[in-house]
């Protein structure tokens, strides 16, 4: 390889694979959403990050959502669920006050979030930042 060569690899990245789903990824840890976004920001590709619980009614229809859009977006874009419950802290530390409650990341970086369950709203958020298809 000549040295124009080794310049040109050395400067190209490699490709960043994140988990290519049809369903959206249930956060385990605080490590483990952290961990995805540290892979969102190197990657430089967006994540939709929802928070719910499993007693909201009112997240219910958003989820199915959600789940809709990972089947479409999956293979360009991560798509997370948190159960707030589980990780208080992590939401207290998003500002997550009421649910169902969606914040889109961009190269690690938060970019704006949704709240409620109006579908149309709903739709309009994901679609905003969602790669063309």
Not at 26 to 52: A, H, T, W
Not at 94 to 114: C, D, E, L
Request: hydrophobic share 35%; aromatic share 14%; proline share 6%.
């Amino acid at each position: 390889m000549d040295a124009i060569s080794r310049a040109t690899y050395a400067a190209t990245p490699p490709p960043c694979w994140h988990d290519v789903s049809d369903a959206p990824h249930d956060i385990q840890s605080e490590d483990d959403l952290n961990r995805r976004l540290k892979q969102s920001e190197e990657c430089r590709d967006g994540i939709f990050v929802l928070f719910e619980a499993f007693y909201c009614g009112a997240c219910q229809p958003i989820i199915k959502e959600f789940r809709n859009y990972a089947a479409k977006y999956g293979d360009r874009m991560s798509f997370l669920t948190l159960d707030q419950d589980k990780f208080p802290k992590i939401a207290s530390k998003y500002g997550v006050k009421m649910m169902p409650f969606t914040i889109y990341f961009q190269n690690g970086t938060r970019i704006a979030h949704t709240f409620g369950n109006n579908k149309e709203a709903f739709k309009a958020f994901i679609t905003k930042y969602a790669p063309a298809t």
